[in-house]
């Protein structure tokens, strides 16, 4: 299983950032994905959830501000950052449930 994360940079605050995932050795459509994201000195946190019915879960930090997408013939998942802060500043990983994980895109958001 590979979970190859992109998209991360350096943003200003309020920007966007479109975070991607491609998902290989799995039978991607049939899987819940996820995204955590870890600042410095934190722990790993949840961000998002999608589910293979296309249900979407968000923590409340982020809830109206990131969308969670899949595309299942692409395998490919995604995370749409929008009106981003300097708390958003963290590495995001890709995880498949319960063991896989992406390598990680560092986002920094920042004046």
């Known amino acids: 299983v590979q979970l190859q994360a992109s998209g991360g940079g350096m943003v200003q605050p309020g920007g966007s950032l479109r975070l991607s995932c491609a998902a290989s050795?799995?039978?991607?459509?049939?899987?819940?994905m996820a995204w955590y994201r870890q600042a410095p000195g934190k722990q790993r946190e949840l961000v998002a959830t999608i589910s293979s019915g296309f249900s979407t879960n968000y923590s409340d930090s982020v809830k109206e501000r990131f969308t969670i997408t899949r595309d299942n013939v692409k395998r490919t998942l995604y995370l749409q950052m929008n009106s981003l802060k300097p708390e958003d500043t963290a590495v995001y990983f890709c995880h498949r449930p319960p063991t896989h994980w992406g390598q990680g895109t560092q986002v920094t958001v920042s004046s």
């Open positions: 050795g799995i039978n991607f459509r049939l899987n819940t």
